[in-house]
């Protein structure tokens, strides 16, 4: 049950992502660049996801997941250096490429050569994070 | 005038979607941290993980075959840049919890003040990036 509704969800999410254009890195370069030609056309997509979330999960937050278990959700309220420094830099990733980790997914199906190259690159980052993790510890 | 009645609609898929994890499962969409757990971590708690990013890909290999023109986009960047954004991006989203997903998606509409103030972050420097790399 688990992985259908993951599946479905993935799928949905994956469809969102291409019908509002935001797999365009052009697209989403333009939404970020307010002090030119701003294109705020990428703004409604947030929106209407948030926006649709801000309905649906207050009812969702009061219940159980339909599985029966508890609700997974973040517990950590510290708003510190980590989430500010790690915020910028992938401010200044998403900045230089115009794609965040989702899009770079759905991008991979082109199966154009600099899409890997980057999609290696954010995993190779995931992992150093990993280790620098493991040496502060 | 500006199109926005597609990224709209995007947009209330997204939140379908996530809602719909949400609601089924307990879980909170968030690309990077489904990502990076399943490269870091080899548990069974991993099967929604890998079965959300097989819809995700599924989701694009369909579209791709029959409106191919969504997929028209150029993705021309030098590959110093490609791997600067990259790492950027994957070190990033872990060290700060979160991308566009989790922290935009689902934290905002937690009403997440940690969530809100990383947003605030990644567009700022999103935008100033954007900018300097136009002056430059």
């Not at chain 1, 910028?88 to 899409?115: D, H, M, Q, R, Y």
Request: hydrophobic share 50%.
């Amino acid at each position: 049950m688990e992985l259908i509704i993951g599946f479905i969800s993935g799928l949905i999410f994956s469809i969102g992502l291409i019908i509002s254009q935001m797999i365009d890195p052009q697209k989403l370069i333009g939404f970020l660049d307010i002090l030119g030609n701003w294109d705020y056309s990428l703004a409604f997509v947030l929106g209407g996801a948030v926006g649709f979330n801000l309905i649906t999960f207050r009812f969702i937050q009061k219940r159980k997941s339909l599985i029966g278990k508890d609700l997974c959700l973040p517990t950590n309220k510290a708003i510190d250096n980590k989430l500010l420094l790690g915020s910028v830099l992938f401010g200044i990733g998403w900045g230089l490429v115009g794609v965040c980790p989702g899009p770079a997914l759905v991008n991979l199906v082109t199966l154009k050569s600099e899409i890997f190259i980057l999609m290696g690159s954010i995993l190779i980052g995931m992992f150093g994070f990993n280790l620098f993790e493991k040496k502060r510890a | 005038m500006i199109e926005w009645q597609m990224p709209l609609l995007g947009g209330l898929l997204i939140g379908l979607s996530s809602s719909i994890l949400l609601w089924g499962i307990g879980r909170i969409s968030g690309i990077s941290g489904i990502v990076g757990t399943v490269i870091t971590t080899g548990t069974k708690e991993n099967g929604w993980r890998y079965a959300w990013l097989a819809g995700l890909v599924v989701g694009a290999v369909v579209f791709l075959k029959t409106k191919p023109e969504l997929f028209t986009h150029e993705f021309n960047f030098s590959t110093p840049k490609l791997i600067i954004a990259g790492l950027l991006i994957g070190f990033g989203t872990r060290l700060g919890s979160g991308c566009t997903s989790g922290h935009g998606v689902c934290g905002l509409a937690r009403l997440s003040l940690r969530s809100f103030v990383s947003v605030l972050t990644f567009m700022a420097a999103g935008m100033v990036t954007v900018y300097m790399a136009r002056i430059l």
